[in-house]
């Protein structure tokens, strides 16, 4: 694929809950190999947008566009079966299982078994130890309990679960949320070391210092509207900040 | 590895932990009263423990999938007095149980699609249903017992004695044990459930349907609560239409000694199978060192309460042994 083909397109999207409006006409743009900063205030539909990316809700207008095709999602399943993986904020993993479990919650690996399949557990924790190598994180024990493990830990391991499965997208749903600053560091190196392996990253945050060293463009979101989209080498964190607080 | 921290490592794990209580418990009632552990009382707490365990076994899987079933007594009540009245319309004994089963599912599945579709708390749904099957028995009994003659297959399938200490009952309970274990542990269902109950909507993030999870679930214990009262009314030849009162309080007890979770996400069926014979052998123990009866439920209850702080107390020590 050429350089700077959109791998996503947005176009128009409008979204109600009730009488709450939440996005009012947004365009969205991810090109391959690009980390997208998605910033604005709280309630600013940030997550809504990219929820509907994410197939958890329905768009109430627009159109979606992945890899140049449109697209219609009806759960999560459709999205992440095109390569477009979410990691929510606070519940990407369930704490009280192990990491193996949770790095193939709903994707199982099976081996037959007599007359029926059963989890093939040595396969899983053989493959968790290598997504997480991949990534960096160095996991001696793969039935470890993710309770046990460090905020920016666990972040690790739902990136390596989003890598293992050929992600060609991934959004990051405020990573940093919690992280002490070495971890966030961390964290941030994760979404650096996406971007060599060409896939295309949004990161959705308020906290700009977060955002801008690892974003090519930032998005800025106010009011359900997008108020501007800025490359990186135009514009600085004072401008940004000024055009989230200004509406 | 030393001595030690394998004992530290083996007393973290909720099985074993319960299963220590349980050694302590059986030692305590022997040294007061050595009939506890005669022929004829051990017999008889083999003999009566399955069919009260079942249940709690349903439960405890509904229970790691994150929802409470309160309604297991009533089920366990109504599954034999169902089947009563079919054979006595001459409907087959196997056709009845067959279909009884068959209505325990629907049961199961009724309250599932209640709770998921109307999202209101299982606390309430299978309160309701409490009250709605257990209402169900005494209104079409007028509150009195039936008889429950099975054929002689029936009763040699469900409740033989094969040989000492060995009951039909108990094979089937621990067959239902290996079954639920392999679920929970070694298929991709067990995964879905421990999620489903862990943190729902990480479950539902990954694509995992949570209601149908929650669904089956309830379903297994409904089922698993009918089967507990077909073999109790096999037994005793008679279906009670105040059979299983309280017996859902019993399974969850049970559930809880044997370290599920009350939060769902994580329980052991083994460690419920251990609890059941805790409560059971309590409830045994006490009458066999003759505690005056009027007393009996405040001490369970009292017993209840120490037995699982001790259970959580030996594992939090394990563990800062090994730390």
Same mark, same amino acid.
């Given at each position: ?247 | ?25 059986? =030692? ?44 297991? @007594?009533? #089920? ?29 599912? =629907?049961? @199961? ?26 209402? #169900?028995?005494?209104? #079409? ?24 200490? #060995? ?157």
């Amino acid at each position: 694929m050429p350089e700077n083909t959109p791998i996503v397109r947005m176009l128009n999207i409008h979204k109600w809950f009730g009488k709450v409006y939440a996005l009012r006409g947004v365009d969205f743009t991810v090109n391959s190999g690009e980390v997208v900063g998605l910033v604005g205030d709280n309630g600013a539909g940030k997550s809504t947008l990219m929820k509907i990316l994410a197939g958890i809700y329905p768009p109430d207008e627009g159109k979606i566009f992945f890899e140049g095709k449109e697209v219609a999602f009806s759960s999560p399943k459709d999205a992440m079966k095109l390569g477009i993986e979410t990691i929510h904020q606070d519940i990407a993993l369930v704490s009280l299982m192990s990491i193996a479990r949770n790095i193939f919650m709903g994707r199982e690996l099976e081996k037959q078994v007599g007359f029926g399949k059963l989890l093939d557990l040595e396969r899983m924790r053989e493959e968790s130890v290598k997504a997480l190598s991949d990534i960096g994180l160095l996991v001696t024990n793969p039935d470890t309990i993710v309770e046990n493990l460090s905020g920016g830990e666990r972040q690790g391991v739902a990136i390596a679960r989003a890598m293992y499965f050929k992600t060609k997208l991934l959004i990051l749903d405020e990573p940093t949320n919690n992280l002490s600053v070495k971890e966030s560091s961390r964290v941030l190196q994760f979404i650096r070391e996406l971007r060599e392996q060409g896939i295309s990253s949004v990161f959705i945050t308020h906290n700009l210092h977060h955002v801008y060293p690892v974003a090519d463009k930032i998005v800025v979101l106010s009011h359900g509207k997008n108020m501007g989209l800025f490359k990186k080498e135009e514009t600085s964190i004072e401008h940004i900040e000024e055009m989230i607080t200004a509406a | 590895m030393n001595a030690r921290t394998l004992v530290s490592n083996l007393l973290q794990k909720k099985e074993v932990s319960v299963s220590v209580i349980l050694a302590i418990t059986i =030692l305590f009632f022997f040294s007061i009263q050595q009939k506890f552990l005669s022929n004829a009382n051990v017999d008889v707490l083999l003999k009566i423990s399955p069919e009260l365990g079942i249940p709690a076994l349903g439960v405890t899987m509904l229970m790691i999938a994150g929802e409470f079933d309160l309604s297991v @007594g009533s #089920v366990f009540g109504l599954a034999p007095m169902f089947a009563a009245v079919m054979m006595e319309m001459g409907i087959n004994p196997w056709v009845s149980i067959l279909l009884t089963l068959m209505v325990c599912c =629907l049961i @199961g599945i009724t309250h599932g699609v209640i709770t998921v579709k109307a999202s209101i708390p299982s606390f309430i749904t299978t309160l309701g249903g409490m009250l709605i099957w257990r209402g #169900v028995s005494l209104a #079409v009994t007028g509150g009195l017992p039936k008889y429950f003659y099975m054929p002689p297959e029936f009763m040699n399938l469900v409740v033989h004695r094969v040989t000492t200490f #060995v009951y039909m009952q108990e094979l089937w309970f621990f067959a239902i044990t290996i079954i639920f274990f392999i679920i929970l542990e070694r298929h991709k269902f067990g995964n879905w459930m421990a999620s489903t109950g862990g943190k729902k909507e990480a479950a539902r993030a990954m694509g995992i349907n949570t209601s149908m999870v929650k669904i089956v679930c309830f379903m297994l214990s409904s089922l698993a609560a009918g089967f507990g009262g077909i073999i109790q009314s096999t037994r005793l030849s008679q279906a009670m239409p105040n059979q299983g009162d309280g017996l859902e309080f019993d399974a969850i007890a049970a559930a809880v000694i044997g370290g599920t979770s009350l939060f769902g996400g994580s329980g052991t069926v083994i460690g419920t199978v251990i609890g059941e014979y805790l409560s059971r052998i309590i409830e045994n123990g006490l009458i066999i060192i003759r505690a005056p009866s009027y007393y009996f439920r405040l001490y369970i209850g009292v017993v209840i309460i120490l037995a699982v702080i001790a259970n959580l107390y030996i594992q939090r020590k394990a563990m800062r042994v090994r730390g």
